[in-house]
């Protein structure tokens, strides 16, 4: 399995990103993708993670209400919209992928089997 990850840069706070992570080598249409950010210093922290046998979301509370996650099953493609965004969110973003379903547990980022490269989000105050 591998993953490509793009769409961060520099924005200011209240503006908007959408981060889109490319997946490639499930040999079936059931497993999960997600997103985990890592701000220097801090520990990596799990953001919003898909599903796609049913297309389950899952958010963590810090971005409720202000990211969306989506998939493409087409083009094995998930999007995360990054709306209002604060200068909390700046970190280093990275798209992860497991097989099988997804739950609420999946926040924790040992349950994740691969991962792409990181793409920074810079928001400025």
């Known amino acids: 399995v591998q993953l490509q990850a793009c769409g961060g840069g520099l924005v200011q706070a209240g503006g908007s990103l959408r981060l889109s992570c490319a997946a490639s080598?499930?040999?079936?249409?059931?497993?999960?993708i997600g997103w985990f950010r890592q701000a220097p210093g801090k520990e990596r922290e799990g953001v919003s993670w898909?599903?796609?046998?049913?297309?389950?979301?899952y958010y963590a509370d810090s971005v409720k209400g202000r990211f969306t996650i989506s998939s493409d099953n087409a083009k094995n493609t998930v999007y995360l919209q990054m709306n209002s965004l604060k200068p909390e969110d700046t970190a280093v973003y990275y798209c992860?992928?497991?097989?099988?379903?997804?739950?609420?547990?999946?926040?924790?980022?040992?349950?994740?089997?691969?991962w792409g490269q990181g793409t920074l989000v810079t928001v400025s105050s």
């Open positions: 898909i599903s796609s046998s049913d297309g389950s979301t």
């Open positions: 992860t992928a497991d097989w099988g379903p997804v739950d609420e547990d999946y926040s924790d980022y040992e349950r994740w089997d691969y």
């Open positions: 080598g499930f040999i079936d249409d059931d497993y999960g």
